[in-house]
């Protein structure tokens, strides 16, 4: 195991040293548990569009939220591996290189402290761009077991585990926080803003990859990664989870974007049309529009997720989409730092809180809608808005209409 402050060399090499952000320094081979220039800014920190903001104040009270499953639990460690766990906990920091691939670092929460190890090849980017105050770093060799090295720091080498506590994990993200309630509110309206740059300017002749490729690169530009880019035009509107084809996207089409930043996932779904709409299409979309009006209803703090549930499955029926609409696609569920966190179930009984967020996607033949929003206490705010997209009001809020450039 070696420290940031070196690397490995190849053979031949002389070891060289690595710069430093003054917030590390090397203690008996490992890095010390906390900073030792109070308050100090790591480089880059301040620079435009940085990601991993590590809010102190927010990462003192998901600490805290820890320790108690660790006090519940009677054990005195947890090992986090996921991607949702990491960037949660970490409040934002990046820990992925491939989008498809598992994160470059794990982290062992104890009573001391928190400790980052990373691959070798990745510490230098990890401590100068994403490392946190207070959060101590070591390194693994590129080929070395990572996640066997991090439990390995544990005092008795056996912490516990992501999914012996995956419950009270999600129990712990639900709640979101000042600061981390801004930046999701921000990667909200980004998205949204996308999605109207990129409807507004296209035309029957567009096929669907053009279409995706303008939302990537605006999605990309504001600092977010693309997760998720679904488009069906008029020819595959049957297809509720639509991956892009070289089709043009004709009289009407659905676009999809998730988009993450800091570690939060921003959804939105939004509708295109060259014509102004039959009145089976029109009637439909006010019906799924309505659909969703129920489950905000239903959306309120102490309510469990398995009782909202079924108000969606009632919601399909009483608004003339049958008994088993819901069977044809997942119906969302709370969001944050996963695109649902979880998708919505019989068997999910999480009871709801306030200052959560959610992204609910109801859906029917040729029409679905989908915003992120957040329960306050003054009830559902959206955050994927964008002033210039057409609205209507449903029971008391601007939902989205088709947009007819």
Request: charged letters at 20%.
């Amino acid at each position: 195991m070696t420290t940031p402050t070196q690397s490995t060399p190849l053979a031949g090499q002389t070891p060289t040293q690595a710069s430093r952000p003054a917030s590390v320094s090397a203690t008996n081979g490992r890095t010390a548990p906390g900073p030792t220039t109070p308050g100090l800014t790591l480089p880059g920190r301040t620079a435009p569009g940085q990601t991993a903001p590590g809010n102190v104040a927010d990462r003192a009270v998901k600490r805290r939220r820890v320790l108690d499953i660790l006090d519940a639990a009677g054990r005195d460690s947890l090992l986090l591996t996921s991607n949702t766990a990491l960037t949660w906990y970490l409040d934002g920091s990046r820990v992925h290189i491939s989008l498809a691939g598992d994160p470059i670092a794990a982290l062992l929460v104890d009573r001391s402290g928190d400790h980052l190890v990373t691959f070798n090849n990745e510490a230098g980017r990890i401590a100068a761009e994403e490392l946190p105050e207070g959060v101590s770093l070591d390194t693994v060799p590129w080929h070395g077991q990572l996640h066997a090295v991090a439990a390995g720091l544990a005092v008795d080498g056996d912490p516990l585990v992501e999914a012996a506590v995956t419950t009270e994990l999600r129990a712990a993200r639900q709640q979101l926080l000042p600061a981390e309630t801004a930046r999701y509110a921000e990667l909200s309206a980004d998205a949204a803003a996308a999605m109207t740059d990129v409807l507004t300017a296209v035309s029957p002749e567009t096929t669907e990859f053009q279409l995706v490729s303008e939302l990537a690169a605006r999605i990309v530009a504001v600092g977010a990664e693309p997760l998720v880019l679904l488009c069906n035009g008029a020819s595959r509107s049957d297809f509720r989870h639509p991956l892009a084809t070289h089709s043009p996207i004709g009289r009407r089409a659905m676009a999809v974007v998730c988009a993450r930043r800091n570690g939060l996932v921003a959804n939105v779904t939004r509708w295109v049309a060259f014509d102004a709409g039959t009145p089976q299409e029109l009637d439909a979309e006010a019906r799924i529009a309505a659909v969703e009006a129920d489950i905000f209803k239903a959306t309120v703090p102490r309510a469990r997720l398995n009782t909202v549930f079924t108000e969606i499955q009632q919601a399909y029926a009483r608004h003339g989409f049958g008994d088993d609409q819901w069977t044809l696609h997942h119906q969302g569920g709370p969001a944050g730092y996963a695109g649902r966190d979880p998708r919505v179930t019989a068997d999910v009984r999480d009871t709801i809180v306030l200052n959560q967020p959610f992204t609910w996607n109801p859906s029917g033949p040729g029409v679905k809608i989908e915003d992120t929003v957040l329960l306050t206490e003054s009830g559902l705010r959206i955050l994927t808005t964008d002033d210039r997209w057409p609205t209507t009001q449903v029971e008391g809020r601007r939902r989205p209409l088709t947009l007819r450039p």
